[in-house]
């Protein structure tokens, strides 16, 4: 099993920057794919940002949202930056290990609020 702790969510005006933080516990962090979603009010969740367990990052993230690792740390961030009011969501952190195509493991997610 893995725990994910999300932290760093918060209100902010449109504009400001944010970083997200998950720590992982419970299996070598170093072997596992994370992953950032976020979930807005009555709408379905997205995809917003992953990194491998080897720092690739195949899939790109949102432009303005960098996605990093500390493997010493067992984190995961979240750069947000020029957030907008539409980035407003409960930010969840996800890890999967890499022989799987879906991730398994979730936070409880962190709440990020822009405002305009």
């Known amino acids: 099993q893995v725990q994910l702790v999300e932290s760093g969510g918060g209100l902010v005006q449109a504009g400001d920057s944010l970083r997200l933080s998950c720590v992982a516990s419970?299996?070598?962090?170093?072997?596992?794919?994370m992953g950032w979603f976020r979930q807005a009010p009555a709408k379905e969740r997205e995809f917003v940002a992953a990194i491998s367990w080897n720092w690739e990052s195949p899939i790109p993230s949102k432009g303005r949202f960098t996605i990093s690792r500390d493997n010493a740390k067992n984190t995961v961030y979240l750069q947000m930056n020029s957030l907008k009011p539409e980035d407003t969501a409960v930010y969840y952190c996800a890890a999967k290990i890499k022989t799987r195509t879906d991730y398994h493991y979730w936070g409880q997610g962190t709440q990020v609020t822009v405002s305009s």
């Open positions: 419970g299996r070598a962090f170093s072997s596992l794919d």
